[in-house]
């Protein structure tokens, strides 16, 4: 059975905190340690570069998905396995939806938050039925976390769609769950600290 092939939203930027910055890197080690597959933005800046670099660094097929006027602007990556350039964002997250098995949201701003919500939504809906999860480095997503459970006491948000995304602080743990919901379950070892 091949590895997880992992859609990962994050930042073009870095952000403040270091730890943001070692959690992209120990997720896409943790993506080529387990013979997996990153699916990401394309970009080679902030935190999209980071998972990118230590995905190919690690072992891992590394596609990027970045529309044509994002291109320059975001840095598009050159050296990943597969680079594809597509006209639109519509394009970009379809393609991006495609070519994974599950979806996982690093930090970031509003296109990571978009990103998220609308896989998170699909998966409700019933349009896939591919595991999404959340990398809550250093307390990052601790208010949007608080503000959805918010949304289900109020009664806009049933349980049930809350329990679709999986939430972790470690790399490691999260795509070992991802991997296992996903049919795509490799060596419980294989998924380590780093």
């Not at 997720?27 to 080679?44: F, H």
């Not at 379809?94 to 896989?119: K, N, Y």
């Not at 790399?171 to 070892?189: M, T």
């Amino acid at each position: 059975m091949r590895g997880l092939s992992l859609c990962v939203y994050c930042g073009s930027r870095s952000g403040i905190d270091p730890a943001f910055a070692q959690a992209a890197i120990d997720t896409g080690t943790q993506i080529g340690r387990t013979g997996g597959q990153l699916v990401y933005g394309g970009g080679r800046a902030g935190l999209m570069g980071l998972v990118a670099d230590a995905a190919l660094s690690a072992g891992a097929r590394v596609i990027g998905v970045i529309p044509q006027a994002l291109m320059e602007r975001e840095l598009g990556h050159t050296g990943l396995t597969e680079l594809h350039v597509v006209q639109t964002m519509h394009e970009r997250k379809q393609l991006m939806a495609e070519r994974s098995d599950a979806f996982v949201a690093l930090p970031g701003g509003i296109g990571t938050f978009e990103e998220l919500f609308e896989v998170w939504t699909w998966r409700q809906l019933g349009y896939h039925d591919k595991p999404v999860g959340l990398l809550n480095v250093a307390g990052y997503y601790d208010r949007l976390l608080a503000f959805i459970d918010d949304t289900e006491r109020q009664g806009f948000v049933p349980p049930a769609q809350s329990a679709l995304l999986q939430v972790d602080t470690d790399a490691a743990a999260l795509l070992a769950r991802l991997s296992v919901l996903a049919g795509r379950a490799v060596a419980p070892d294989d998924y380590r600290s780093i």
